[in-house]
């Protein structure tokens, strides 16, 4: 149990890269006497401590080659051309410089296992060269495999974990904008009615509530059912009516085949404040708000109509504006659209286009 534990806690302080390096090269040094032992039909004096010499240079001259590889950031080279010829150059010198320390330590030992052939010093280093990059090439194509597979994975993880914060966010971004001055605006008018109409108060404080738990839930929530945003919807503007009273007037035509559809939380709901902000507010008469559902030429179509001009609009945050067209890409991927614009009849258009939920895949 002791050495097991000895064992365990050495792996964990091993960075991968040395399990890996370990691992390959004992792997190395087992095949070479595998064949030594059982296939070969002559005794090699020294055998095990040549081997060992190989394997020992072979960590060392690998550790070497990934060190310049880091250093001179040789992964990011680009184009792909290049770093396919600083590759092979690399190896290149490398299995010279390894066979240069090979044939000078095995001759400087006075080991035999190469210089029973008689050759002259640089023959024998130019045929270690050739046996010693075909291993380093080997080393150097899975060391530049995994790096590849593990930047792309790490780039995939990335994408995705940016997807998810952004889209997070996005939402968040979503509640935090829900205009205080209408929460303070309705609740002035809440505590008008408190004494002059108890009953209407304490329906406005449940439509408050409404609109305020909705908000609280949207960061949970990729789409919502229509009928649900609607009723958000209706809620807002029953408040908005208690302050601008004769002055806003609300008019709803809505398929109810659509009540089912998914839509964004919170989208209609920011593009009728949006509406409310710009466009009534800024009018002495005030004027009319219209939302309409419908299903147009398989797609589902929400549409704003609002009095005023656009340029109201553009004067304005633009919260509405941007939020809902980034949404859209992102919910969608291409699949939806958002325009605004000014109509004939000195309305502006707010029109929502969405996939029909079974063709969003």
């Not at 310049?68 to 010198?93: N, R, S």
């Not at 179509?301 to 859209?328: M, P």
């Amino acid at each position: 149990m002791p050495e097991r534990n000895f064992v365990q806690i050495m792996l964990k302080k091993l960075s991968r890269y040395w399990v890996c390096q370990i691992a390959g090269w004992g792997a190395n040094f087992a095949i070479f006497t595998f064949f030594y032992l059982t296939l070969s039909i002559q005794k090699v004096d020294n055998f095990f401590l040549i081997i060992s010499i190989n394997v020992l240079l072979g960590i060392l001259f690998t550790h070497l080659m990934r060190m310049v590889i880091k250093e001179y950031q040789m992964l990011q080279i680009k184009p792909i051309q290049k770093q396919i010829v600083a590759f092979i150059l690399l190896t290149l010198v490398f299995s010279v410089a390894y066979a240069c320390a090979d044939v000078a330590i095995e001759r400087g030992l006075g080991l035999t296992y190469k210089m029973n052939v008689k050759l002259s010093v640089a023959n024998e280093i130019a045929r270690t060269s050739i046996s010693n990059f075909f291993f380093l090439f080997i080393w150097n194509l899975i060391y530049y495999l995994y790096h590849y597979v593990e930047h792309n994975r790490n780039q995939e993880m990335h994408t995705l974990k940016l997807q998810s914060l952004v889209k997070e966010l996005e939402l968040k971004t979503i509640k935090s904008h829900i205009n205080p001055h209408f929460i303070f605006n309705a609740l002035n008018s809440i505590r008008a009615l408190v004494d002059e109409n108890p009953a209407r108060a304490r329906t406005a404080i449940t439509e408050l509530s409404n609109i305020l738990r909705s908000s609280m839930q949207a960061e949970k929530l990729e789409t919502v059912a229509l009928e649900r945003e609607l009723n958000i919807v209706k809620d807002y503007l029953a408040l908005e009516k208690m302050r601008f009273e004769e002055r806003l007037t609300v008019e709803m035509d809505i398929d109810e085949d659509t009540l089912n559809q998914p839509v964004p939380p919170m989208m209609l709901q920011t593009l009728v404040e949006n509406a409310i902000k710009h466009g009534i507010s800024k009018r002495m008469n005030g004027g009319k708000v219209k939302v309409i559902s419908d299903f147009v030429d398989d797609h589902h179509e929400i549409i704003v109509l609002n009095t005023g001009q656009l340029s109201a609009h553009i004067n304005g945050d633009g919260f509405g504006i941007k939020s809902t067209q980034d949404r859209l890409n992102m919910l969608y991927q291409g699949k939806a659209s958002f325009a605004i614009r000014n109509t004939d009849n000195e309305m502006v258009e707010s029109k929502i286009i969405m996939p029909l939920e079974n063709a969003i895949n």
